[in-house]
């Protein structure tokens, strides 16, 4: 079942997360700054306080899988922290497939006429953006379990 009302995106990164949003309607999805990541305590503050920002209804997780479809360690890292996010927020979850979405904003920055110091500030929170309309696309959803 898909989630109601907004939505916030993650595409976690080593350095820096990507944030995206969505509208209330689920038609429209916009890239915010991306969070410096430094510790799990600081990370969960941040994505609590956007969810109460936005009065989002859910958590959307990108979940970097390998071009074959497999796990390996950054997706694995990915589902432990969408658990841990699902353990400590009160909205539901959700994973999404991310394959290919940063080279598809690197695409659409540069077509946009992005520099290079630009790029590097848009490009995790514009994957987010991808990652969000595709999550809205697709159906249907199940949540990460708490368990």
Known sequence: MKPSGRLVA?????????????????????????LERRNWKRLLREVK???AEFEAGALVVGL?????????????????????FSLSLE????????RLTSQEALQYLRAAGHDEQSLRQRLDSEAAAIILRDFI?????TPVRAS
């Open 137 to 141: 696309a697709d159906q249907p959803k």
């Open 64 to 84: 970097p899988l390998s071009l074959d479809g497999t796990e390996g360690t950054a997706a694995q890292g990915a589902r432990r922290l969408a658990r841990n």
């Open 49 to 51: 306080a956007l969810l």
């Open 10 to 34: 993650l595409d976690l990164g080593e350095k820096r997360v990507g944030v995206a949003v969505s509208d209330e309607m689920q038609l429209t999805v916009r890239p915010l700054p991306a």
């Open 91 to 98: 909205a539901p979850v959700f994973l999404q497939d991310e």
